[in-house]
């Protein structure tokens, strides 16, 4: 049984960071693209950066030099550091890994960001 479980969401000031987590069990996890993905209230669920097996990158140009992806393959855990962090990123925070077959979802960590 696949699972992906994120953490690390939270209430943050605006300007602040967060780093979330999306540990995964079932699979090996550098073996699939990586990715994070956010849905706020209202809007469709986007892409926020994403990490290839072979370790490229790619992110929305909202958050270039702001947020980093990253992974720990012992870990078998998926990493998003995220900075500077602005009230319109309130959403919730989605991770998957991306085969070519099959694609798996976490259940998402809220991530509030309000004075």
């Known amino acids: 049984q696949v699972q992906l479980v994120e953490s690390g969401g939270g209430l943050v000031q605006p300007g602040g960071s967060l780093k979330l987590s999306c540990a995964a069990s079932?699979?090996?996890?550098?073996?699939?693209?990586g990715g994070w993905y956010r849905q706020g209230p209202g809007k469709q669920r986007e892409l926020v950066a994403h990490?290839?097996?072979?370790?490229?990158?790619k992110y929305a140009d909202s958050v270039k030099g702001r947020f980093t992806i990253s992974r720990d393959n012992a870990k078998n855990t998926l990493y998003l550091q995220m900075n500077s962090l602005q009230p319109e990123e309130t959403a919730v925070y989605y991770c998957?890994?991306?085969?070519?077959?099959?694609?798996?979802w976490g259940q998402g960590t809220q991530v509030t960001v309000s004075s």
């Open positions: 990490i290839t097996s072979t370790g490229s990158t």
């Open positions: 998957n890994a991306r085969g070519r077959i099959i694609t798996y």
């Open positions: 079932g699979i090996i996890f550098s073996s699939y693209t």
